[in-house]
Structure formats: C-alpha cells, structure tokens
C-alpha cells in the first residue's frame, strides 16, 4: 500500500458557475464588483486549464469578499480556493480552506456548504494518506447527501472506493464504484462520470483485468476531452499508458505519457513518481489510479441579501 500515500489524487471537476449579479437585483457595491471582478478572472483562468493563475484569482476575491465582511462570498471563496489548492497538491492550503469554509457553514446554516467542505476535508485525508480518517469522513458525507445530492453521493462513493482499496478491501471498493457509476450517468455530468469510470479501470488494472480497465478508460477519455477537463484527461492518459505497458506496447505508454506531461504542464500540477509506475496528477494531482472531483467549486451569488 506505500505507493499511495505518495500519490496525488484526480478530481471530477466541475464549476458551479454562479455569481454576483446585479440582474432584478441591487446594484454591486464598489467592494462587491472587485470581487466579482476576481472571481470572473478565476472562472475564466479555470476553464482555460491554468489552476495556478485560478487559485490566485479566487485568493484574490475572497480578500475582498473579507473586506466587505460578506460571509457568503467568503464561504464560496474559501471552498474554490480549498478545491484548487487540491487540484495543485497544497495539502495544507486545501485544508485551511475547506475547515474554514466548514465553519462559517455550520454559522451560516448552510447545509450544502457543510457537505462540500466536508467532502473536501476526506480528499485532503485520503492524499494525506489518512485512509480510516478518509472512509470514516466519505462515509459520514455519504450519509448526510443521500436524498438530497446526488452528484455528492457519488463523489462520497468514488472517496470510500479509494480509502477502502487503499486499505485492502477491493471488494467494499468495488461495490462503491458499482454503485456510483449509474448515479453518476443518470446525472449527465461528464466529468462525474469519467472519474468514475477511470477509478474503476485502475481498480480493474490492479486486479490484472487489463480489457476491462482500457473499455472504462476509452469512455472516459472521450467524456474528457469532449468536456475539456484538462486535468482529468492528463489522469486518463497516464492511467491508460499503464494499461499500453501491461499489453506490452512500451512507445504506446511512452506517447500516452508525453501527452500527459504537455497538458500538466498547461495546467500547473506535476507528476510524481509512485512506486516506479507512471507518474500521476493532481486532481486534482496526478494519480494513475486515483481520481476524485474537488469539493465543488463555487461562487458567490448576490440576490441582495447578505445572511
């Protein structure tokens, strides 16, 4: 089990693409276009693929989303900062993020905030290498979204998966994946989906099922690249060179990785060595084989209220 707590693990990605707006509303105040102002920029930064310049925005408007003293915004901010800081596999940045975004939710009585800092704070353990800490919180997160999140759900599911493998037990891991996939298609989220699929083609490698890690693989390179999820199709690529070494096809793998290494270096994230096999991202860090999605990237909306 050593190579994984030196691994970095992949997200499903994916914005909740709300902001401040004035629309049938009251007009941004002076502090409020500033950091809607940052919090565009990081949007923008984000879908382009480049994380860095992403977290620095969101760290940006969440500076003054503070000086406003606007709880909400500071909420969202402190939840898509914790989400690129784990993208980019600053463990500890993530962390303070996400347990503060868990606290101003529990004062703002904010379930969904609790839940997606939840989340967040089980992604920062299982890359910590923290796997009980790990399935403990995804169990708890699973818990308090069933009936009412399903893209949480299967989010919680793809974590319980990994800790469980981490901790030796592939068959809890593989009903976990056996439940999320047809939550995650019924939600038409691509990039849910492809993370599933590829948790389950590095579960299907370990096994030796090589056929079918690279069907699983195929699907979710296609949802990838359709989705432009550059971060998640660095992660299928690396996962599916192994799959290229494992058939004996070594330029193939070499290619695969080449490929990978282009698009990580758009992105800010980095390989890492694990344990000889092909380097891994971040999901958001590169992991061959362990892929989940941030714990929500969101912003601030303004409807004229500041709770």
């Known amino acids: 089990m050593a190579g994984w707590r030196g691994r970095v693990a992949r997200g499903i990605g994916g914005l909740v693409l709300t902001g401040l707006t004035a629309c049938g509303g009251l007009a941004l105040t002076p502090l409020q276009s500033r950091y809607q102002r940052e919090t565009e920029r990081a949007l923008r930064y984000h879908a382009h693929g480049e994380l860095s310049r992403a977290l620095a925005s969101y760290r940006e408007s969440l500076r003054w989303a503070e000086m406003a003293d ?115 298609r019924a939600q038409d989220d ?34 990838d690249r359709a989705a432009e999820n550059l971060p998640g199709l660095a992660h299928d690529l690396l996962l599916l060179g192994q799959v290229r070494q494992r058939q004996g096809r070594t330029p193939a793998a070499q290619e695969l990785a080449r490929r ?20 891994s991202p971040v999901s958001e860090g590169v992991n061959p084989g362990v892929r989940l999605r941030p714990a929500g990237l969101k912003s601030a909306r303004r409807d004229g209220s500041s709770q």
């Open 70 to 184: 606007d709880r909400p915004a500071m909420l969202a901010q402190e939840l898509n900062v914790g989400a690129l800081a784990l993208a980019l596999g600053d463990w500890a940045l993530a962390e303070d993020g996400f347990q503060r975004a868990q606290l101003m939710a529990a004062v703002l009585s904010d379930s969904t905030g609790e839940l997606r800092a939840g989340l967040g704070l089980a992604q920062v353990r299982l890359r910590q290498g923290r796997f009980d800490d790990a399935r403990r919180a995804f169990q708890q997160a699973l818990d308090d979204a069933r009936g009412r999140d399903v893209a949480a759900m299967v989010v919680a599911l793809n974590g319980l998966a990994l800790a469980n493998q981490a901790l030796g037990q592939t068959p809890v891991a593989r009903a976990a994946l056996a439940e999320a996939e047809p939550l995650a």
């Open 190 to 223: 691509r990039r849910l989906l492809a993370a599933t699929l590829a948790n389950r083609a590095a579960l299907a490698l370990r096994a030796g099922e090589v056929e079918s890690a690279e069907r699983s693989l195929e699907e979710a390179i296609d949802m």
């Open 260 to 279: 990978a290494r282009i698009i990580l270096q758009h992105t800010g994230q980095h390989p890492r060595p694990s344990g000889g096999a092909t380097a």
